[in-house]
C-alpha cells in the first residue's frame, strides 16, 4: 500500500487518482480517506487528487504516545504527503479537523498551499467556552480508552451538528457511524487528546490570520452551531477569503450535500485558476 513518511517517520496511507492540478483532501476526526469518495470520484475527471488518512488512523501507523499528534504534526503531515508525491504546492480541501490543519499550512508554509477551502472549521474555539471543551475532548479520549470504538460512537452519533445528516440520509449516516466504530481506539483516543483537545483557538491568532493571502472559501452549515461564529470571524478576517452556507446542513457538508459541496469547491477552484478570486484591500479589515 502507498505510504508517505513524516518526518518523525509516522507512515501515512494515501490514495490517489486522475491527473492535473493536484487537490488534497484532509478528514475530520470521525472520518477518513475513505470519507472523500463522492469527491475523488468527481474531481479526478480534471484534477490529480489524493486523499490521505491522518496519523492514528488505518492504514496509516497509529503511533503509541499522545505527545505526537499535536496540531503542528497534523499540519507538516499534509506537507509530507506533498513531498512524497513531488509536489510543489496544491488546493487544499479540508473538512473541520482537515480545514484546521490548512489554515496552518496557509500560517506556516504559504507556497504549499494554492488555495484553501475550510468546511466546518472553527469548533472548540470560543475562548469563554475553551477550557470546558478541552475537558469534552480528554473525557472522550477516555471513553475510546475504556469503551472502546463501537461504544464511544454511539454516544457521538447523535451529536447536535450529526442530525442533519441522518434526516437527509440515514443510511449515509447509518455506513458513516459504522466506519467510525472501526476505527483504532488508541489513535482517535490520542487525536482527541493531543490534536483537539491541545489546538489553540483561532481567535488567538488573529494578526497572523490577517496577513493570509492565501485564497480561501469557507463553507458552514446553519445547523453547524460551533462552527458558526468562527466561520464568519475567519470571513472577516482573512484578506481573500468568501463565505457560503448550506441551507439545513450540518457538520458532515461534502456527505450531507456532496452535489452542492462539489460545485462550490468547483466553482472556487476555477476562480483561483483564472485568477478571479482577489484578496479585499488589508485597510478595511475589521476586529
Same mark, same amino acid.
Given at each position: 500500500?502507498?505510504?508517505?513518511?513524516?518526518?518523525?517517520?509516522?507512515?501515512?496511507?494515501?490514495?490517489?487518482?486522475?491527473?492535473? #492540478?493536484?487537490?488534497?483532501?484532509?478528514?475530520?476526526?470521525?472520518?477518513?480517506?475513505?470519507?472523500?469518495?463522492?469527491?475523488?470520484?468527481?474531481?479526478?475527471?480534471?484534477?490529480?487528487?489524493?486523499?490521505?488518512?491522518?496519523? @492514528?488512523?488505518?492504514?496509516?501507523?497509529?503511533?503509541?504516545?499522545?505527545?505526537?499528534?499535536?496540531?503542528?504534526?497534523?499540519?507538516?503531515?499534509?506537507?509530507?504527503?506533498?513531498?512524497?508525491?513531488?509536489?510543489?504546492?496544491?488546493?487544499?480541501?479540508?473538512?473541520?479537523?482537515?480545514?484546521?490543519?490548512?489554515?496552518?499550512?496557509?500560517?506556516?508554509?504559504?507556497?504549499?498551499?494554492?488555495s484553501m477551502l475550510l468546511a466546518g472549521?472553527?469548533?472548540?474555539?470560543?475562548?469563554?467556552?475553551?477550557?470546558?471543551?478541552?475537558?469534552?475532548?480528554?473525557?472522550?479520549?477516555?471513553?475510546?480508552?475504556?469503551?472502546?470504538?463501537?461504544? #464511544?460512537?454511539?454516544?457521538?452519533?447523535?451529536?447536535?451538528?450529526?442530525?442533519?445528516?441522518?434526516?437527509?440520509?440515514?443510511? @449515509?449516516?447509518?455506513?458513516?457511524?459504522?466506519?467510525?466504530?472501526?476505527?483504532?481506539?488508541?489513535?482517535?483516543?490520542?487525536?482527541?487528546?493531543?490534536?483537539?483537545?491541545?489546538?489553540?483557538?483561532?481567535?488567538?491568532?488573529?494578526?497572523?490570520?490577517?496577513?493570509?493571502?492565501?485564497?480561501?472559501?469557507?463553507?458552514?452549515g446553519d445547523e453547524d452551531d460551533a462552527?458558526?461564529?468562527?466561520?464568519?470571524?475567519?470571513?472577516?478576517?482573512?484578506?481573500?477569503?468568501?463565505?457560503?452556507?448550506?441551507?439545513?446542513?450540518?457538520?458532515?457538508?461534502?456527505?450531507?450535500?456532496?452535489?452542492?459541496?462539489?460545485?462550490?469547491?468547483?466553482?472556487?477552484?476555477?476562480?483561483?485558476?483564472?485568477?478571479?478570486?482577489?484578496?479585499?484591500?488589508?485597510?478595511?479589515?475589521?476586529?
Open positions: 500500500m502507498p505510504h508517505a513518511t513524516a518526518k518523525d517517520g509516522v507512515r501515512l496511507y494515501f490514495e490517489e487518482v486522475g491527473a492535473g #492540478t493536484p487537490l488534497l483532501f484532509l478528514h475530520e476526526f470521525a472520518a477518513d480517506h475513505t470519507n472523500w469518495e463522492p469527491q475523488l470520484r468527481y474531481f479526478a475527471r480534471r484534477h490529480r487528487c489524493i486523499a490521505y488518512s491522518a496519523r @492514528g488512523y488505518t492504514p496509516s501507523d497509529v503511533p503509541a504516545s499522545p505527545d505526537v499528534y499535536s496540531y503542528v504534526h497534523f499540519y507538516t503531515d499534509a506537507l509530507a504527503v506533498l513531498d512524497h508525491l513531488g509536489i510543489e504546492a496544491a488546493h487544499f480541501v479540508g473538512l473541520s479537523m482537515g480545514s484546521y490543519s490548512s489554515l496552518q499550512v496557509a500560517l506556516n508554509a504559504p507556497s504549499r498551499i494554492r472549521v472553527g469548533s472548540g474555539s470560543d475562548l469563554a467556552q475553551l477550557e470546558a471543551f478541552r475537558a469534552q475532548c480528554r473525557a472522550t479520549a477516555e471513553q475510546f480508552e475504556t469503551l472502546g470504538s463501537a461504544e #464511544t460512537t454511539k454516544v457521538t452519533r447523535e451529536a447536535p451538528g450529526r442530525i442533519p445528516f441522518l434526516v437527509k440520509d440515514p443510511r @449515509g449516516h447509518a455506513d458513516f457511524y459504522a466506519a467510525l466504530a472501526r476505527h483504532d481506539a488508541k489513535g482517535s483516543a490520542n487525536t482527541m487528546r493531543g490534536f483537539q483537545g491541545g489546538r489553540p483557538s483561532i481567535y488567538t491568532m488573529t494578526d497572523a490570520i490577517r496577513r493570509v493571502t492565501t485564497p480561501a472559501l469557507i463553507i458552514c462552527c458558526i461564529e468562527p466561520s464568519l470571524f475567519l470571513k472577516k478576517q482573512l484578506p481573500a477569503s468568501g463565505l457560503t452556507f448550506f441551507p439545513k446542513s450540518g457538520h458532515v457538508l461534502n456527505l450531507e450535500e456532496p452535489a452542492l459541496f462539489n460545485e462550490a469547491v468547483e466553482r472556487f477552484i476555477a476562480l483561483v485558476e483564472a485568477g478571479r478570486w482577489g484578496a479585499r484591500d488589508p485597510r478595511s479589515m475589521v476586529a
